[in-house]
Nanobody, 122 residues
């Protein structure tokens, strides 16, 4: 089995910073793209940023210039550095990864973390 475990959420004042981490573990052969999504109350889950295994990144306009995604392939971990946080960034943040499991063929499967709450106070 494969698990994604997130950490680093919490309460922060507007203008502050937080760093989220998401570590993948289990029977992993290779991790392809990794990403962060978020879901605010009453809204759909949205993709905010992604990173390929080679380090190519993409950002939603709402976080561009404030958030930075990175990964440590040796640790099977993806990070989200969040700066200049705004109250509208309040949401549950989920990591997502396309993972090829050992002994399961070459087709990747999608895995999700359990989610971590980020609350930004005004």
């Amino acid at each position: 089995q494969v698990q994604l475990v997130e950490s680093g959420g919490g309460l922060v004042q507007a203008g502050g910073s937080l760093t989220l981490s998401c570590a993948a573990s289990g029977s992993i052969f290779r991790i392809n793209d990794m990403a962060w999504y978020r879901q605010a109350p009453g809204k759909q889950r949205e993709l905010i940023t992604s990173i390929t295994s080679g380090g190519v990144t993409n950002y939603a306009d709402s976080v561009k210039g404030r958030f930075a995604i990175s990964r440590d392939n040796a640790k099977n971990t993806v990070y989200l550095q969040m700066n200049s946080l705004k109250p509208e960034d309040t949401a549950v943040y989920y990591c997502n990864a396309l993972i090829v499991r050992r002994y399961a063929g070459l087709r990747p499967s999608t895995y999700w973390g359990q989610g971590t709450q980020v609350t930004v106070s005004s």
